[in-house]
């Protein structure tokens, strides 16, 4: 199981860019399917984005589509999410998971992820 260490959450405004990191910890490498989970206040654990192995396949949430980009350096062993023209709605803890190795399908549901991080918050202010 790959421990996992997100990075770059914060408050902004309603409009503005933040961009998450998710890497291994330790010395592990990892080129499992990956992908960003948020989870708001009260609700369940909501799909964002995915990517495979060689970031030749991404999938996106409707609500996110065309705002967020999922990407991958697998040289520098780090999965990154690019947040755009945030929204209030947006504001979520968000989790980075990894499936496990050779399982190279995405999936939607987080069922199928076995490491995750601790997660990072994320505010967007009206």
């Known amino acids: 199981q790959v421990q996992l260490v997100e990075s770059g959450g914060g408050l902004v405004q309603a409009g503005a860019s933040l961009r998450l990191s998710c890497a291994p910890s330790?010395?592990?490498?990892?080129?499992?399917?990956m992908a960003w989970f948020r989870q708001a206040p009260g609700k369940g654990r909501e799909f964002v984005a995915a990517?495979?192995?060689?970031?030749?396949?991404?999938v996106y949430a409707d609500s996110v589509k065309g705002r967020f980009t999922i990407s991958r350096d697998n040289a520098e062993n780090t999965v990154s999410l690019q947040m755009n023209s945030l929204e209030p709605e947006d504001t979520a803890v968000y989790y980075c998971a990894a499936r496990p190795a050779r399982v190279t399908v995405i999936s939607r549901d987080h069922t199928g992820y076995r490491s995750w991080g601790q997660g990072t918050q994320v505010t967007v202010s009206s």
């Open positions: 330790g010395r592990t490498s990892t080129t499992n399917v």
């Open positions: 990517i495979n192995w060689d970031g030749s396949t991404t």
